[in-house]
């Protein structure tokens, strides 16, 4: 599983599934966790999608890539076993990441207000992380797992920088007009009975 060196290296080991789930979690946690707070008056919303539809795309495609980490899991305890999961796990969390995006696009701006800036906010995170999934993909899948160190090998590769990503995240999810949605979608509920027994 992925797992953060200073937020920046993967970590191949037996451990790998429980640190994909950590980073999966953090980065569900930090996508639907929202705020308590909502605006008791929100001023007129421009045109777009209905919040709880968009935020339900939102959690359901981090879903996706939480379930992916059961390919992780599952691997067997070898390295080509690892290398093998983590690579079904990156196929699994970068077409999530993309079809997020995808998704996000066809509904259009939540109808809140600075809808089109959340929009940008959203679907470029989920571009760029499937971007970057994919780049660590194609390095991880240029490693050999029969080298004596493969898994240093493995470990050295660098990681996404989350750090800006989550920030936007943070603010795009405790959004006062988006947080009851965020609450409200099946999918954020599901997502959050997910990382609480995770």
Do not use: Y
């Not at 451990?15 to 707070?37: E, F, I, M, P, Q």
């Not at 209905?50 to 495609?61: K, R, S, T």
């Not at 898994?151 to 989550?166: E, I, R, T």
């Not at 995240?169 to 009851?180: I, V």
């Amino acid at each position: 599983m992925l797992t953060s060196r200073r937020g920046r290296g993967v970590t191949v080991g037996r451990s790998c599934g429980g640190a994909a789930a950590v980073l999966a979690l953090g980065l569900a946690l930090t996508g639907c966790g929202g705020s308590a707070n909502v605006a008791p008056n929100p001023p007129a919303a421009s045109a777009g999608s209905e919040p709880v539809a968009w935020a339900g795309a939102f959690c359901g495609g981090l879903g996706d890539v939480i379930g992916g980490v059961s390919a992780i899991s599952n691997a067997q305890p070898t390295p080509e076993g690892q290398k093998d999961g983590l690579l079904k796990f990156s196929d699994i969390a970068q077409q999530a990441f993309a079809s997020t995006a995808q998704k996000l696009q066809q509904l259009g701006p939540p109808k809140i207000t600075d809808g089109k800036q959340v929009q940008d906010t959203a679907v470029g995170f989920f571009s760029n992380a499937s971007q970057t999934v994919g780049v660590q993909r194609t390095k991880l899948a240029g490693l050999d797992p029969n080298d004596p160190d493969f898994v240093n090998k493995a470990g050295h590769l660098a990681g996404p920088d989350l750090g800006a990503a989550s920030t936007q995240m943070q603010q795009l999810t405790s959004n006062k007009e988006l947080a009851p949605a965020f609450r409200t979608a099946p999918q954020c509920q599901q997502l959050s009975a997910t990382a609480g027994h995770r």
